[in-house]
């Protein structure tokens, strides 16, 4: 069975301060990465995902990923943090099937 | 691309009566259509995958009696709450794969906010 792991429930940061979402996976096949973001009382946006190929993926909003296979991890980063990426992340896989971890919320303070 | 859509975004309705939640894919077909219940600050739980012309696969310990899934067409499925109930309060998201995406990603709709009375 699948799993994702997100040890971070709530991450609170300083504007313009950088950040890393943790991500790790469990799976005995070949997976594809995926973050989604979710603002408050809204659905969820495909942030970025990883399918094959380069490692380090991007979003255009400059948040990146890197695929690690021998850590088995897909965590997040962004340099430089606004007051709007306050939301919730989520960390997702599919393999088998489509598994979503528990979430991080990242907070943005003034 | 890939948009999806909800309707309605909020509702509310009285205890006993039934909701039907839409949920389209405006700019492409859809193979399957997933329906998730959100409880706040909580991750998502998977209630039912559909598949255009076919029963619906509901997760374990979801009534498909309460929760009915419609998926008529490759843009279309609906979720029918029958006999609403106020721990029936939750928000529900839709979301939908390509047709021919064997990644699976899947692009979702902006959730339905149900409050029963």
């Known amino acids: 069975a699948q799993s994702v792991t997100q040890l971070d429930s709530q991450v609170p940061v300083f504007e313009e301060a950088p950040v890393e979402l943790r991500c790790n996976y469990s799976?005995?096949?070949?997976?594809?990465l995926f973050w989604y973001v979710q603002y408050p009382n809204q659905g969820l946006q495909l942030l970025l995902k990883?399918?094959?190929?380069?490692?380090l993926v991007k979003s255009i909003n400059g948040f990146e990923a890197e695929f690690n296979k021998s850590q088995t991890s897909f965590h997040l980063r962004k340099p430089s943090v606004h007051i709007s990426d306050t939301a919730e992340y989520f960390c997702?896989?599919?393999?088998?099937?489509?598994?979503f971890g528990p979430g991080t919320r990242l907070s943005v303070l003034p | 691309g890939a948009v999806v859509s909800q309707h309605p975004s909020r509702v509310i309705c009285k205890s006993g009566t039934s909701v039907k939640i839409e949920c389209r894919s405006l700019?492409?077909?859809?193979?399957?259509m997933f329906w998730y219940r959100q409880f706040p600050k909580q991750s998502l739980m998977l209630m039912a995958t559909?598949?255009?012309?076919?029963?619906?696969?509901?997760e374990q310990g979801v009534e498909k009696d309460k929760f009915l899934i419609n998926h008529a067409s490759l843009t279309l499925s609906t979720l029918t709450v029958t006999s609403a109930h106020p721990e029936d309060s939750s928000f529900y998201i839709c979301?939908?794969?390509?047709?021919?995406?064997?990644?699976?990603?899947?692009?979702f709709g902006p959730g339905t906010r149900l409050t029963v009375l």
């Open positions: 979301s939908a794969t390509l047709a021919g995406d064997s990644t699976d990603t899947q692009y």
């Open positions: 799976s005995s096949v070949s997976v594809y």
């Open positions: 990883y399918l094959s190929g380069s490692t």
């Open positions: 997702a896989v599919s393999g088998q099937n489509f598994v």
């Open positions: 700019d492409f077909q859809a193979t399957t």
């Open positions: 559909s598949n255009e012309g076919s029963k619906a696969t509901y």
